[in-house]
């Protein structure tokens, strides 16, 4: 390589240039005709121009023409100047290009924003502005080119990704084959405050009683892989949330003849119904209530249970039962144990009613009976009072209809007994742990979606789609890094020590890779794509916008 000066002159103006340049040389075409024997193969250098040099202040030039003639600066021994963190960024960035991210966003700069917005959920989570502050220490600019920026530019990413969710969802979907198997399920996630536009008080699922919250329906490939995500207030019922996803699957993915498969009480008679007309199939699960009905209507008994999962027609559906020995036993030492803990808490109470004679019978009576109702044993449990004492009345023709159905569960599906046997019905429904893992992943682990402190809906799905995105990353890391016996935390770590240097001038602003890493850094870059050579960057660096001391916290002396 090799800086090449060009002037030229154009209509009385002088145009000067500075290209970066390579030689290499290629064979050269030959004539027509059949060569003479033994001759020799004829080459010319052709020059490549790499970048163009032009818009660089002089002293870097003057640099990187001393590394393409290999003459290194003269002079004392340079100093190590270690430069931002680059390994994170780098290495998410490498990724995401192999799963698609990348060619689906795009390349203009509300796209870069967006991706930026999925490393920084991957690897930092909070907010936007937590987002700004963990970006001056890393090569924002050497990866992404991305000049500076602040918590507001991420605010418009969001705008920008929930405006385009349907196009990045489509480009990241695989084609779908007939027979394909979707899963889907919803969750919740609760709120800071209470102006969100989606914000409404529901099932919470995260037990946050007081606090309004948003549900998240996602639907998912048999494998696991998200493919969209999908917000409703939070009083949404998980059967209106189902009707949606259907259109979703039959309009936006273009899908024919496919099955999908819900949690229990998800897919009821109007889902059912719009299945039925866009060609789908469904495999779901009854409620108790619904398997309780069967069996006063003896179309069950409880012998037909049992570990092996067993089919039966009913009303022109299939109906799988199967009773899992360990949830059995589990559900019944729960039984007991909160049995038990309502008996420990009467004695310490009747104790204090015999120890303190102005303590009320009554009082203790309504604690009891609010103990009952909270773990719903009002039926099988009875309170009697008798001198200054509550004691408890067991049922056991209550207890032993209670424990009827421990660990026992009933599937249903409209697959004909061709397409899929007892054991491949009951395999598809528990795919569905593949969901519930990725949502605690969303929620409460790697990435965590809640609590949202957003008021726009349409930023609330942004970050909804961040969050998806940055799932399909963590997933991928998760399958590199798992035969290495490391978590996905445990990579991000490692890649927060690779570090870029600094070349020439502080003031140049140019960096180079390592030359050798550590070996727990090496083990991590091994499963990577490789990383590419950082940008070239002469920007500004990121600065937050937001500079005001926080609240309580004295600032240390000058």
């Given at each position: 390589m090799f800086i090449k000066r060009n002037r030229s002159r154009q209509g009385g103006k002088t145009y000067h240039s500075v290209l970066l340049v390579e030689g290499v040389r290629e064979p050269v075409i030959r004539p027509p005709g059949r060569p003479a024997k033994d001759a020799p193969v004829r080459t010319r250098v052709v020059h490549h121009t790499l970048a163009n040099l032009s818009r660089l202040p002089e002293p870097l030039v003057a640099l990187i023409e001393q590394y393409c003639q290999g003459k290194l600066p003269t002079g004392e021994a340079p100093q190590v100047r270690m430069g931002p963190c680059y390994g994170v960024l780098a290495g998410l960035h490498a990724l995401a290009g192999e799963v698609g991210l990348i060619a689906a966003l795009g390349s203009d700069r509300l796209a870069k924003l967006a991706l930026f917005l999925i490393y920084a959920r991957v690897a930092r989570q909070g907010?936007?502005?937590?987002?700004?502050?963990?970006?001056?220490?890393?090569?924002?600019?050497?990866?992404?080119?991305?000049?500076?920026?602040?918590?507001?530019?991420?605010?418009?990413?969001?705008?920008?990704?929930?405006?385009?969710?349907?196009?990045?969802?489509?480009?990241?979907?695989?084609?779908?084959?007939?027979?394909?198997?979707?899963?889907?399920?919803?969750?919740?996630?609760?709120?800071?405050?209470?102006?969100?536009?989606?914000?409404?008080?529901?099932?919470?699922?995260?037990?946050?009683?007081?606090?309004?919250?948003?549900?998240?329906?996602?639907?998912?490939?048999?494998?696991?892989?998200?493919?969209?995500?999908?917000?409703?207030?939070?009083n949404t019922s998980d059967p209106k949330t189902?009707?949606?996803?259907?259109?979703?699957?039959?309009?936006?993915?273009?899908?024919?003849?496919?099955?999908?498969?819900?949690?229990?009480?998800?897919?009821?008679?109007?889902?059912?119904?719009?299945?039925?007309?866009?060609?789908?199939?469904?495999?779901?699960?009854?409620?108790?209530?619904?398997?309780?009905?069967?069996?006063?209507?003896?179309?069950?008994?409880?012998?037909?249970?049992?570990?092996?999962?067993?089919?039966?027609?009913?009303?022109?559906?299939?109906?799988?039962?199967?009773?899992?020995?360990?949830?059995?036993?589990?559900?019944?030492?729960?039984?007991?144990?909160?049995?038990?803990?309502?008996?420990?808490?009467?004695?310490?109470?009747?104790?204090?009613?015999?120890?303190?004679?102005?303590?009320?019978?009554?009082?203790?009576?309504?604690?009891?009976?609010?103990?009952?109702?909270h773990y719903g044993f009002a039926s099988w449990l009875q309170l009697q009072v008798s001198d200054r004492a509550v004691t408890l009345l067991?049922?056991?023709?209550?207890?032993?209809?209670?424990?009827?159905?421990?660990?026992?569960?009933?599937?249903?599906?409209?697959?004909?007994?061709?397409?899929?046997?007892?054991?491949?019905?009951?395999?598809?429904?528990?795919?569905?742990?593949?969901?519930?893992?990725?949502?605690?992943?969303?929620?409460?682990?790697?990435?965590?979606?809640?609590?949202?402190?957003?008021?726009?809906?349409?930023r609330t799905e942004g970050h909804a789609l961040v969050t998806m995105l940055a799932l399909k990353l963590v997933r991928e890391l998760d399958r590199r890094v798992a035969p290495l016996g490391l978590t996905v935390t445990d990579a991000i770590a490692r890649l927060h020590g690779v570090r870029l240097i600094g070349l020439g001038e502080p003031t140049l602003a140019v960096w180079r890779l390592p030359d050798s890493?550590?070996?727990?850094?090496q083990e991590i870059l091994r499963v990577l794509p490789t990383l590419r050579v950082p940008k070239l960057s002469l920007k500004k660096p990121v600065k937050r916008r937001l500079t005001q001391p926080r609240r309580g916290r004295v600032s240390p002396p000058k």
């Open positions: 907010s936007r502005l937590a987002a700004v502050r963990w970006a001056e220490d890393h090569a924002v600019a050497e990866v992404l080119g991305l000049e500076t920026f602040d918590e507001d530019d991420l605010y418009a990413a969001l705008d920008w990704l929930q405006v385009h969710q349907e196009r990045i969802e489509q480009a990241l979907a695989p084609k779908i084959e007939p027979g394909a198997v979707f899963l889907y399920d919803v969750t919740s996630s609760y709120f800071e405050g209470q102006c969100n536009e989606l914000a409404a008080h529901g099932y919470n699922r995260d037990g946050k009683r007081y606090k309004k919250q948003v549900v998240a329906g996602l639907l998912a490939a048999a494998s696991g892989e998200p493919l969209s995500i999908q917000l409703y207030p939070g189902f009707l949606p996803t259907v259109e979703k699957l039959r309009l936006r993915f273009d899908a024919k003849d496919i099955v999908v498969v819900g949690d229990r009480g998800m897919i009821k008679r109007l889902g059912k119904e719009a299945l039925g007309e866009a060609g789908f199939r469904y495999v779901t699960a009854l409620t108790n209530p619904q398997i309780r009905k069967l069996l006063g209507k003896k179309v069950l008994t409880p012998e037909l249970f049992d570990e092996e999962p067993l089919a039966l027609e009913h009303e022109g559906r299939r109906l799988i039962l199967r009773c899992n020995p360990a949830t059995r036993d589990r559900e019944r030492q729960r039984r007991l144990d909160q049995c038990r803990r309502i008996e420990q808490r009467l004695a310490a109470g009747n104790t204090r009613l015999m120890e303190k004679p102005r303590a009320k019978v009554e009082t203790l009576r309504k604690q009891a009976q609010g103990w009952l109702e067991k049922d056991p023709a209550v207890e032993t209809q209670l424990a009827l159905l421990d660990g026992c569960y009933v599937l249903e599906t409209d697959l004909p007994a061709a397409a899929a046997d007892a054991r491949t019905v009951h395999a598809r429904y528990m795919n569905l742990t593949d969901i519930e893992r990725d949502f605690r992943t969303m929620k409460t682990g790697q990435l965590e979606l809640r609590p949202i402190f957003l008021r726009n809906a349409e890493y550590v070996d727990a850094q």
